[in-house]
T-cell receptor, first 115, second 114 residues
């Protein structure tokens, strides 16, 4: 158990809909990352938040947005869903303090299926 | 443009032997490299990392080697055990202004045969 929690575990929805994925980082971790893993693909970085502020952006679509709340949990909002958005969405957290390099700890993921 | 590549989608190794997983990268700005293991229906689990100031890092049965001139890293598992069967991802990052996004390879599925 990495200490990172994600809800829901599975989500099935229809094209055009909007969903929210939730992530709670490990206790004490200030930084949250979101990744997308499509079928047979590696993990693609979407976005990073550090202590409530956006820190880095990857290949995140304009239809997707995220935020990190004062209690450090984060939400990833996906709107106008398309079939191609079906994927595993992972959240990871790290302290980003002390040593300059910190491994990221991943949650179990949310499997999104768009029908 | 894939900056981190794992050219072997799969690898099969006999139990007790050495498993060697390879990874190549193209971005010379990368200065921190990690290996993750992933079981089905679970998130990636951190295994071992190495910064660019080192060429080797060891942790129990796992050793990571970094060849900066060749932009190549490898993960050695000795001896291989059945529980090591999983998908292994290498990842790289360039620490800039507190942003540490990881760039992942496509993964190598390792199967350890009894």
């Amino acid at each position: 158990d990495s200490g990172v929690t994600q809800t829901p575990k599975h989500l099935i929805t229809a094209t055009g809909q909007r969903v929210t994925l939730r992530c709670s980082p490990r206790s004490g971790d200030l930084s949250v990352y979101w990744y997308q893993q499509s079928l047979d693909q590696g993990l693609q970085f979407l976005i990073q938040y550090y202590n409530g502020e956006e820190r880095a952006k990857g290949n995140i679509l304009e239809r997707f947005s995220a935020q990190q709340f004062p209690d450090l949990h984060s939400e990833l909002n996906l709107s106008s869903l398309e079939l191609g958005d079906s994927a595993l969405y992972f959240c990871a957290s790290t302290q980003l303090s002390g040593t300059p390099y910190n491994e990221q700890f991943f949650g179990p993921g949310t499997r999104l299926t768009v029908l | 443009d894939q900056q981190v590549k794992q050219n072997s989608p799969s690898l099969s190794v006999q139990e007790g032997r050495i498993s060697i997983l390879n990874c190549d990268y193209t971005n010379s700005m990368f200065d921190y490299f990690l290996w993750y293991k992933k079981y089905p229906a679970e998130g990636p689990t951190f295994l071992i990392s190495i910064s660019s100031i080192k060429d080797k890092n060891e942790d129990g049965r796992f050793t990571v080697f970094l060849n900066k001139s060749a932009k190549h890293l490898s993960l050695h598992i000795v001896p291989s055990q059945p529980g090591d069967s999983a998908v292994y991802f290498c990842a790289a990052s360039a620490m800039r202004q507190g942003a540490q996004k990881l760039v992942f390879g496509q993964g190598t599925r390792l199967t350890i045969n009894p």
